[in-house]
């Protein structure tokens, strides 16, 4: 059974800074591509980052572009995303994805976490 943790959620002020961590409870994430997501109340869940196996490239929705960095520490099996020049519009709830490719989320999600930027 894989599971996916989210942590590092919360509130901040437009420009402020959070930083988004997925544990992974695989053997190793080295082997997946993994994404983030979010989902802004009464909107459609929405591609925000990918990270790819085994190459780690990276690709961000052009909203987020220049502003968040995805990355991964394959030796704590955790995927984060760095959010920079946070936005009132980056607030959502934010969740983690193993699997697929381009925007296409897998199989696998986390519970999401909250980020409410104010204005």
């Known amino acids: 059974q894989v599971q996916l943790v989210e942590s590092g959620g919360g509130l901040v002020q437009a420009g402020g800074s959070l930083r988004l961590s997925c544990a992974a409870s695989?053997?190793?994430?080295?082997?997946?591509?993994m994404a983030w997501f979010r989902q802004a109340p009464g909107k459609e869940r929405e591609f925000v980052a990918r990270?790819?196996?085994?190459?780690?490239?990276?690709y961000y929705s052009d909203s987020v572009k220049g502003r968040f960095t995805i990355s991964t520490d394959t030796t704590k099996n955790t995927m984060y995303l760095q959010m920079s020049s946070l936005k009132p519009e980056d607030t959502a709830v934010y969740y983690c994805?193993?699997?697929?490719?381009?925007?296409?989320?897998?199989?696998?999600w986390g519970q999401g976490t909250q980020v409410t930027v104010s204005s």
């Open positions: 994805n193993l699997g697929g490719a381009g925007v296409i989320a897998g199989k696998y």
């Open positions: 695989v053997r190793t994430i080295s082997g997946y591509a």
């Open positions: 990270i790819t196996a085994p190459a780690r490239s990276t």
